[in-house]
């Protein structure tokens, strides 16, 4: 299996944290968030990593190829303009053939083991229940958008080329343009892993986890 992590984004939820610095080199527990992302999918013998980049393009990149050696399993997708989050994915298609393949998002954090994510089809997402205002539902293991939203997507999801067929133009959102539109067909399976996990687009997140 195959992997894409999307470290394109600005991190303007980090504040002066980001300005210097691009939000996957971000460090939780003395560690930049990519390196955990990076080391658990070559620990579970994922054949390719993509980065995407835009924003301190050259600073995620540099530390990347000397942290891992150019090891010859991670590329880099660089945006000169920034796609989105979905149309960064769509750019980096090719990598990719017909195969399924897992996204995250280069600001979380958990405790997961990522040979988890092989053993499921596109398009699925994973979710954590939540006690305040959530993303969706989820009704007989598909995500749902019509009732009471309890549910926040965690950043991973396994999906193909086929996801994005319907997607004309070049940039546009994950969530909203891409993976609602399949919720909304019934046709985007959710899991629910029993894991610690973070959203580290915060400060206060950032501190907890720095400080607990």
């Excluded at 193909?160 to 070049?170: C, D, P």
Aim: charged share 20%; proline share 3%; with cysteine.
């Amino acid at each position: 299996m195959k992997a894409m992590i999307l470290a394109a984004g600005f991190g303007k939820r980090l504040g002066h944290l980001t300005q210097s610095t691009p939000k996957p080199l971000i460090k939780v527990k003395g560690q930049p968030l990519i390196k955990y992302h990076l080391s658990k999918l070559l620990a579970a013998d994922y054949s390719q990593i993509v980065i995407n980049t835009h924003y301190l393009s050259n600073e995620i990149i540099n530390y990347v190829e000397n942290e891992f050696n150019n090891d010859p399993r991670i590329t880099f997708s660089i945006e000169k303009e920034i796609l989105g989050t979905g149309g960064g994915i769509k750019k980096a298609l090719h990598h990719f053939g017909n195969d399924d393949f897992l996204v995250l998002n280069s600001d979380i954090y958990s405790d997961l083991d990522y040979k988890y994510f092989k053993s499921f089809t596109s398009p699925t997402l994973f979710a954590v229940e939540t006690k305040n205002q959530g993303d969706f539902n989820i009704k007989n293991s598909k995500v749902c958008l019509e009732t009471t939203k309890n549910y926040t997507w965690m950043g991973f999801s396994v999906v193909n080329a086929e996801v994005f067929n319907h997607v004309a133009h070049l940039k546009f959102h994950y969530w909203d343009d891409c993976l609602k539109r399949h919720a909304s067909s019934n046709n985007l399976y959710a899991e629910i892993p029993k894991i610690n996990w973070y959203d580290v687009g915060t400060i206060q997140t950032l501190e907890l986890l720095n400080n607990g």
